[in-house]
Nanobody, 126 residues
Framework: QVNLVESGGGSVHAGGSLRLSCVVSGYTVGSWYMAWFRETPGKEREGVAALYTGGKTAFYADSVKGRFTISYDNTKNTLWLQMNSLTPDDTAMYYC???????????????????WGKGTLVTVSS
């Protein structure tokens, strides 16, 4: 069993920054594929960024490339998402997800992820 707990969401003005964290507990042996997704009412959950915990490369959606940075701290079993230059379009519930699968250099589809956190809300005002 893998447990994911997100935190760090909040309300900021456009142009501001937030740093989300996702603490991983439970069975964490080996390299995992981990990702951040976001969801707004009426829209499908969107993959934002992803990485392999045993690798060095990260993958980003075009909408956040250059503004968001995903990283993983093996010593703390924590996934991070640094979000800069936020815009109102970034307003969403952000979810951390994990899976043992291999997805190449892409953000996996939502339906392929086995483990999910409960989310943390990010609100960006103009």
């Amino acid at each position: 069993q893998v447990n994911l707990v997100e935190s760090g969401g909040g309300s900021v003005h456009a142009g501001g920054s937030l740093r989300l964290s996702c603490v991983v507990s439970g069975y964490t042996v080996g390299s995992w594929y981990m990702a951040w997704f976001r969801e707004t009412p009426g829209k499908e959950r969107e993959g934002v960024a992803a990485l392999y915990t045993g690798g060095k490369t990260a993958f980003y959606a075009d909408s956040v490339k250059g503004r968001f940075t995903i990283s993983y701290d093996n010593t703390k079993n924590t996934l991070w998402l640094q979000m800069n230059s936020l815009t109102p379009d970034d307003t969403a519930m952000y979810y951390c997800a994990a899976d043992h699968g291999f997805y190449g250099a892409y953000i996996a589809p939502e339906g392929d992820m086995d483990h999910w956190g409960k989310g943390t809300l990010v609100t960006v005002s103009s």
